[in-house]
């Protein structure tokens, strides 16, 4: 399968430099038994910790309330609905490389989620911090943003 490095790239606002690093942020397990190559699962740690850090830091700075009430916040911004959520607005699904055993319309909300964390975690390691908080701001931390509206 062809991955279109030049969409993905158009639709999450960052350029790659190492883009067989993208091309593994959207290579579900499935797909790398089926072809060989590595998975985005080690992304999807990583890219969970970063999430988790950056909304900290977000909150911390930007919100008002006692521990609990951040805390609360938190678990509501990196959970798996906002995640899903910026994958489906950004049209990254279609680019997911799954195996031929794993049907696209009815994959769990974990396996997109998932993508997002693996794509935070390369645009770490490609780009830095100050790429990563970027996505993460324009993405799950607007919506909050927009929500809480």
Known sequence: ????IEGVQ??????????????????????????????NELLEFFGDAIIEFVTTEYLF??????????????????SKEPLLRSVKKLGLTDYVLLGK?????????KLFSS??????????IDGGLKEAKRFIADTIIKDYEADKK
Request: aromatic content about 12%; glycine content about 10%.
């Open 115 to 124: 993508v997002y964390e693996s794509l935070v975690a390369g645009i770490y």
């Open 1 to 4: 399968m062809i991955f279109d």
């Open 61 to 78: 700075k930007n919100a008002s309330g006692d521990e609990g009430k951040l805390t609360e916040e938190r678990k509501e911004l990196v």
């Open 10 to 39: 158009s639709k999450i606002g960052y350029a790659f430099r190492d883009v067989m690093l993208l091309r593994k942020c959207f290579t579900h397990s499935s797909y790398a038994y089926e072809h060989g190559g590595d998975d």
């Open 101 to 109: 055993g794993i049907d696209r319309t009815h994959t769990e909300e």
